[in-house]
């Protein structure tokens, strides 16, 4: 027997997203291409038209097994627009000419009598799309996977599924793929390769979609962090086997592809993503969870944790009792006034925040939506102790979402605070901190509690304290 090379998306859970946070956005005008707090890797943030176009050109392959319903039309429309995109350009950054993959193919994985095979496989429950490349074949269930995206995240989630499986086919010809590609390293580039086309139509150069910098692109992350690997424990048989990568590696290597382009792709290896990984934890011990309940001990140890990481020479004072702040607006799970150096919680809705998602939701909550919005917080005192920065426009708060990141990879060692209390991050906590920080923006918020309206932008920044430190937060967002 012979093992068929398939390149899928992998499970995801899909659930009607909502992107209506909290926060308030910030408005303003533009001051520079790197420096403008309002922009998408150089272009204006701004919410728009998202999805196929009125006047859409009609798809030009023709797709096996289809039922010439709606969602081939859509899925055919994007195959021909991707293809379209990589013909133009893949010899920019690639040796020799694009070619078309051999054929297309639909199925309904929810229809019993339906008795098509894809890459060997019958198609029978088969809920994903995929690259097959033995055949050179690329397909998808219009059944169940892409109505449930399409109802979930739109028109270009269904794309951008699609410009994911075809990134395989183009990593195949440059050769960057092979069949001893390991899984990780190949759906990253995929996802990458995805990017580079999904910025070619937000920058209005395709025919037949249309792609906001704003909640159109926003969904397309929310739709990304759907697709991370389940968390599993150290001793997990299947731990390392067929791995794609968690939401925060995901989301990154497609904005590595929007933002800098397919040369950047090449360079994605599994040396590059172990870096990018650094010691940020995959598996959850076997007796834990990974949650943490929200209680007033809990967020205590956490401010405790941060005095000891960061050792402020006037450590905030918490208090889970509001009261008026004069140079800041309070309200919220968790706040911060300067004049006072006060972080306040309301326990009540920062547990709300913190609860975890249920299993088949494409949102991600848990324990770390809440604690990561208290660290931000805590870094909020930490810009006001070093001075010389403003604390409430939108660099203040993409600053607060970069130094939040680097608090994060803090606790990836444990912390003892002063109360023989343990703090350590584990696995499934960074993905938890960029859905909030898409979905609602309060650990991307300035003191006020405003943030800015690119979910990219936010989570751009906090992986570059992530990657970074201290001092590159401050010079990123000066």
């Known amino acids: 027997m012979t093992r068929r090379h398939l390149m899928t998306l992998a499970t995801i859970a899909v659930g009607t997203v909502m992107l209506a946070g909290c926060t308030t956005t910030l408005r303003g005008n533009p001051v520079s291409v790197f420096a403008n707090p309002f922009s998408v890797a150089g272009m204006p943030a701004v919410d728009g038209p998202t999805g196929l176009r009125d006047d859409a050109r009609p798809p030009s392959r023709e797709v096996a097994n289809t039922d010439g319903g709606r969602i081939d039309e859509l899925a055919g429309s994007a195959v021909s627009d991707i293809e379209e995109f990589w013909a133009a350009h893949y010899g920019e950054t690639f040796d020799g000419d694009f070619t078309p993959v051999d054929g297309l193919m639909s199925w309904d994985s929810t229809d019993y009598d339906d008795d098509a095979y894809f890459c060997g496989d019958g198609v029978l429950g088969l809920v994903n799309a995929g690259y097959c490349l033995d055949e050179n074949t690329l397909g998808w269930d219009r059944g169940d996977l892409l109505p449930q995206l399409r109802d979930a995240n739109g028109d270009m989630a269904v794309t951008m599924v699609l410009a994911h499986e075809y990134g ?4 195949h010809q440059a050769g960057l793929l092979t069949q001893q590609t390991p899984t990780l390293v190949g759906e990253q580039q995929a996802d990458c390769l995805a990017g580079v086309y999904m910025r070619s139509v937000a920058e209005g150069k395709s025919s037949r979609f249309t792609l ?10 929310a739709a990304m962090i759907a697709f991370r690997d389940p968390l599993l424990t150290e001793s997990d048989g299947e731990s390392g086997e067929d791995e794609h990568g968690s939401a925060f590696e995901r989301v990154s290597a497609f904005q590595f592809g929007f933002t800098d382009g397919a040369a950047v792709c090449e360079a994605i290896d599994l040396e590059e993503i172990k870096q990018r990984r650094g010691d940020l934890p995959v598996l959850l011990p ?6 943490l309940a929200v209680t007033r001990q809990s967020v205590t140890s956490i401010v405790d944790a941060m005095n000891v990481a960061f050792a402020p020479a006037d450590p905030p004072r918490l208090s889970f009792q509001d009261a008026p702040c004069p140079d800041a607006r309070s309200g919220g799970p968790v706040s911060y006034c300067p004049a006072s150096n006060t972080i306040t919680v309301d326990l009540p809705v920062l547990q709300e925040l913190g609860a975890q998602s249920v299993d088949d939701s494409g949102v991600l909550t848990g324990d770390n939506t ?7 917080r805590f870094m909020q005192a930490v810009q006001r102790e070093r001075g010389g920065v403003a604390l409430g426009d939108a660099k203040a708060a993409l600053r607060t979402a970069c130094l939040t990141g680097v608090a994060t990879v803090k606790m990836t060692d444990s912390i003892t605070t002063p109360d023989g209390d343990t703090i350590q991050l584990t696995a499934g906590d960074v993905d938890e901190a ?6 609602n923006g309060m650990a991307a918020s300035d003191v006020n509690g405003d943030s800015v309206p690119s979910g990219f932008s936010r989570i751009d920044a906090f992986r570059v304290g992530v990657l970074g430190d201290q001092d590159r937060c401050f010079a990123r967002f000066d």
Do not use: K, Q
């Open 168 to 171: 395989h086919s183009v990593a």
């Open 434 to 439: 960029i859905s909030g920080i898409l979905v």
């Open 212 to 221: 906001s910098t704003g909640d159109g692109l926003n969904n397309l992350l």
């Open 370 to 376: 809440a604690y990561s919005v208290v660290v931000s």
């Open 286 to 291: 076997d007796d834990s969870t990974g949650e």
